[in-house]
C-alpha cells in the first residue's frame, strides 16, 4: 500500500495506521540470502578441512559471527545441510586426530567430542526391543533337551 504525501511532504502512513514490514533503518533485517550463506559456508568447509580447528566456535569466531547462525542458515536452505554436516565431520576428525597425536589434552577432545559431536561411552538402551518368545511346543523343547545332552 502506497501512501500519498503526508502534509509535511513524508510517504508516513496517518497515524494509527498498521504497516507491514521492518521500519526504516531496521539494522535487525535479515542480511543472509543464499548466496551470503553459501559463501560463509564454503568459507567454514575450507578452514574446516585444514589443521587448526577442532570445534565450530572456533571457526564462527575467525569468520566473526556466532555459532549457531550455522544451524539457522541450514535449517533455512536447505542445500547447506550436507555442507555443514561435512563440516562438523572434519572438525571431529580434527579433534579426534589431534587428541592421538597429543596436539590437544585427551581431556579436553573427550569433552568436546561428547558435547558437540554426541560421543558417547554407554550403550543406548532405548528403542532396543528383545522379543524373547516364552512359548515352546514341547516337540520344540525335545528338540533342544535332545540336541543339549548331546553336546554334554
Not at 548466496?35 to 566456535?57: C, P, Q, W
Not at 569433552?111 to 520344540?140: F, M, P
Amino acid at each position: 500500500m502506497v501512501h500519498k504525501p503526508n502534509k509535511d511532504n513524508t510517504t508516513k502512513p496517518p497515524k494509527g495506521t498498521r504497516t507491514v514490514g521492518a521500519p526504516e533503518g531496521n539494522v535487525n533485517a535479515q542480511k543472509w540470502d543464499i548466496n551470503t550463506a553459501t559463501k560463509l559456508f564454503d568459507d567454514a568447509l575450507e578452514l574446516s578441512r585444514g589443521d587448526d580447528y577442532d570445534f565450530i566456535g572456533e571457526i564462527a569466531r575467525d569468520l566473526k559471527v556466532y555459532r549457531e547462525l550455522f544451524n539457522y542458515l541450514s535449517d533455512t536452505y536447505s542445500d547447506l545441510k550436507p555442507v555443514y554436516s561435512q563440516i562438523l565431520s572434519n572438525l571431529e576428525a580434527n579433534c579426534f586426530s589431534h587428541s592421538k597425536k597429543g596436539k590437544i589434552r585427551e581431556a579436553t577432545a573427550i569433552v568436546n567430542l561428547k558435547s558437540n559431536y554426541h560421543w558417547t561411552d554407554r550403550i543406548d538402551q532405548k528403542g532396543l526391543v528383545v522379543n524373547y518368545n516364552t512359548e515352546v511346543s514341547k516337540e520344540e523343547a525335545k528338540n533342544i533337551s535332545d540336541a543339549l545332552e548331546n553336546e554334554v
